[in-house]
């Protein structure tokens, strides 16, 4: 995965909820160092079955940037996680066996 620039992450990450359909509050937003781990083990999203998106930022500073601007915009979500090596932003549309 190649690094963007905030702004395109989250224009991303927005048509993607926008073609998948649902309310924001009904997508997770958050940020990782490993965005796999942290969607399939803990918030058991099945990546080949549920509505989800990854997207790396230049930094850990642009990556909560985004989730920051993805929460404001009614996502679900826990800002303030993370180190200097969480670059990752992801979003999943939450269901029946996510956690959330």
Do not use: F
């Not at 998948?20 to 997508?27: I, M, P, T, V």
């Not at 200097?84 to 932003?89: A, C, L, P």
């Amino acid at each position: 995965m190649k690094a963007q620039k905030a702004q395109d992450v989250y224009d991303s990450i927005v048509a993607y909820i926008k073609e998948h359909g649902g309310a924001y509050s009904d997508w997770y937003a958050g940020i990782a160092s490993d965005w796999r781990e942290r969607l399939v083990v803990d918030h058991n999203v099945a990546r080949e079955h549920r509505w989800w998106i990854a997207r790396q930022c230049h930094t850990h500073t642009a990556a909560r940037n985004v989730e920051d601007a993805l929460i404001e915009l009614g996502c679900d979500g826990a800002p303030g996680g993370g180190d200097e090596d969480t670059i990752y932003v992801y979003a999943y549309l939450k269901g029946a066996v996510t956690k959330p």
